[in-house]
């Protein structure tokens, strides 16, 4: 990235530091986590074992999934704030139909939605051109409405959580939790798509300048709907998998979700402008916030408090950010 | 002046469509009258401050996504400030609410300015931050409101020398809502600050070459955008006597009636009344679909429907009136 020939005279710490980081931003990240378990571990002595580790874990994949959704929309230069809806409705419908259903039909119906809305956001995005942000949002109010409506109609069948999401969102085998077999291929896939493909390198290409993009014969909008279809699919099931974990299904399941969701991408490195960033970081950055979260739980923080402080960190991460992109 | 005729058509056709409306209203419920107009205004008048203080940012070139946070802030503050307090007490409360609204309005303007992070992520940060500070003011919905502040929009004006019949279609809120309103923007568009205004809302560069003090601006936009915030919080307390940390959905609701009103998205067109009877217009949208015995949770659907299709609708039209292939 940085060509060193370009700066003949020696540079101050501090611009080598900020290099460094700009070149590197897995490094400084990995070692915040490890500082960050190294408090809880002088909090609370003996916290820190395999147990936790699972549980870590077991918190740290729905998390990791939703924030990949944002990465690749950020990529685009956008931002997926229906995520939460959309999960959280996959796995109330999963959890209401399977009681009369098969399972792979309600399986089917549960991931209706999160097309239908992932296609909403595309047209909107791509074809319409509204910000991401708004167009989101909308959809995901109108998704929470139908949620509504939809739950009178079952109100009488009641939920149950099938076996199977139980045992991939709670169980742990051999120490490593069941949900690591639905994260690995999820995660390889993104990084590989990111890396590897031609889509991925269309939504770099996309974020990083969208005029050069159109101008060299990219078909803007399909990239987005495409993409944004991706998103929401991921999204509903990565509900599917919180659902096994919480068991308890509500209208708000995965809500709580969106806001860290946002700031583990952030966090992670990828600009919320578009075009920089990618996929490794943000997991790193999941389970940065889920340890941060159970060392402010610890702490006794509030839950108002910890919203404040996820705030500040995506102000300042992304101010921090654009300084580094700005110095080069 | 051809550029201020359409504007003034625009609005003119946005009253017409609020009369028609008003028609509609009648023929569906014969029995509308003016009670039902009553409620109708107090119903707008949190809206009607949440789009006002879109508005002055829009206007300025930006966006304020805190704004449904902000109202939520200052409506539990205000809320649990007047719990238990005497009546009196109030009349502190009042412009203490005001003038945290008009600081932290001023603050999300002053972190745009310094970190040059784009507007859009500062205020998603601050909402982060907004509704953390809500929920740590109260968890809960709850407090308590001053009976003089609930008598201030309940009941209507009793104008001298004028029969009951037309002073019964005067409602209080609708003039709380003009009063609060015109104070504000009619100093301030005949002001040089609000030719400044527009000035960096149609072109920044411009404005900073023509001596307009950029940052300094685009502070006081945000920082009145706070104000109106604040005066939707108070309205919402005033209303329902209590205050909820949730925040509404005030977000997209006020950047569909900007659209609607006419006012550009990108900035230095259009006027505060535009957007007040689009809110009207949205309001009456929902009566309507009350009056016809929809299901409550529908209604939410279709009014949700029709934002996102005027959000849509206000892209597009961007789009169309930018020179082909320039990037919106």
């Known amino acids: ?328 | 002046m051809s550029h201020l005729f359409r504007n003034q058509g625009w609005v003119a056709g946005l009253f017409a469509l609020l009369i028609f409306l008003f028609i509609v209203t009648k023929l569906i419920q014969p029995g509308y009258g003016s009670g039902d107009f009553g409620s109708l205004a107090r119903a707008v008048l949190p809206y009607a401050f949440a789009v006002a203080a879109q508005t002055v940012v829009v206007i300025a070139g930006g966006i304020d996504l805190s704004v449904a946070a902000m109202m939520a802030l200052t409506s539990v503050t205000a809320a649990s400030m007047m719990n238990g307090a005497s009546e009196e007490y109030a009349l502190f409360v009042v412009p203490f609410v005001l003038a945290m609204g008009f600081v932290l309005g001023a603050l999300n303007g002053a972190l745009i300015v310094v970190t040059r992070v784009p507007d859009i992520v500062v205020t998603l940060a601050m909402l982060f931050v907004l509704q953390g500070a809500a929920l740590l003011v109260l968890d809960a919905p709850g407090g308590a409101a001053a009976e003089w502040l609930k008598a201030m929009i309940t009941g209507t004006v009793p104008i001298p020398g004028l029969p009951d019949a037309i002073d019964a279609w005067l409602p209080k809120a609708l003039l709380v809502l003009i009063v609060c309103l015109c104070v504000i923007w009619i100093p301030l568009r005949r002001s040089r600050l609000g030719l400044s205004l527009y000035a960096i809302g149609s072109s920044e560069l411009a404005a900073f070459r023509s001596g307009v003090p950029v940052a300094r601006t685009r502070i006081i936009a945000y920082a009145l955008s706070g104000l109106f915030a604040a005066m939707g919080g108070l309205a919402l307390t005033m209303s329902t006597g209590i205050g909820a940390p949730i925040p509404g959905p005030y977000l997209l609701a006020s950047v569909a009636a900007v659209v609607l009103g006419g006012v550009a998205l990108g900035g230095g067109k259009g006027g505060l009344l535009g957007p007040i009877i689009a809110v009207f217009v949205l309001r009456l949208v929902r009566t309507d679909l009350t009056l016809l015995a929809i299901d409550p949770n529908v209604t939410a659907i279709i009014e949700g429907l029709i934002m996102v299709a005027v959000v849509m609708f206000g892209a597009f039209i961007t789009i169309r009136g930018r020179p082909a292939g320039a990037t919106p």
């Open chain 1, 1 to 328: 990235m940085t060509d060193s020939a370009t700066m003949p005279q020696p540079v101050s710490f501090g611009r080598r530091v900020k290099r460094f980081m700009a070149d590197r931003p897995l490094i400084p990240l990995i070692i915040l986590l490890i500082i960050l378990v190294v408090i809880l571990q002088i909090l609370r002595p003996g916290i820190v074992n395999e147990r936790w580790l699972a549980n870590t874990a077991k918190f740290a994949i729905p998390l990791a999934i939703l924030a990949g959704c944002q990465t690749m929309t950020m990529l685009t230069g956008g931002i997926d704030l229906s995520v939460g809806t959309v999960a959280t409705m996959s796995a109330f419908i999963m959890a209401t139909q399977i009681v009369n259903q098969d399972p792979a039909v309600a399986f089917l119906l549960a991931m209706l939605p999160a097309v239908l809305i992932g296609l909403v956001n595309g047209i909107g995005v791509g074809v319409f051109r509204v910000h991401p942000l708004i167009m989101t949002l909308g959809t995901s109010l109108i998704g929470t409405g139908f949620l509504q409506v939809y739950q009178r109609t079952v109100i009488a069948s009641g939920a149950k959580i099938p076996d199977f999401l139980n045992w991939l969102g709670t169980g742990v085998t051999y120490g490593f939790p069941n949900a690591l077999l639905l994260f690995v291929p999820v995660a390889v896939l993104i990084v590989f798509m990111l890396n590897r493909t031609g889509f991925g390198r269309l939504l770099y290409a996309v974020g990083d300048n969208e005029r050069a993009a159109r101008l060299s014969g990219v078909r803007y909008w399909q990239v987005i709907t495409a993409l944004y279809v991706l998103s929401s699919l991921l999204a509903g099931i990565t509900g599917l998998l919180y659902i096994g974990l919480i068991k308890a299904p509500s209208l708000s399941l995965a809500e709580p979700l969106v806001l860290p969701s946002v700031a583990a991408a952030v966090i992670g490195g990828t600009s919320i402008f578009g075009g920089r960033g990618g996929y490794t970081g943000t997991i790193i950055g999941a389970l940065i916030l889920t340890v941060l979260t159970t060392l402010l739980t610890i702490l006794q923080m509030p839950e108002g408090g910890r919203r404040i402080l996820f705030g500040f960190i995506v102000l300042f991460v992304t101010a921090a950010y654009l300084r580094i992109v700005e110095d080069r």
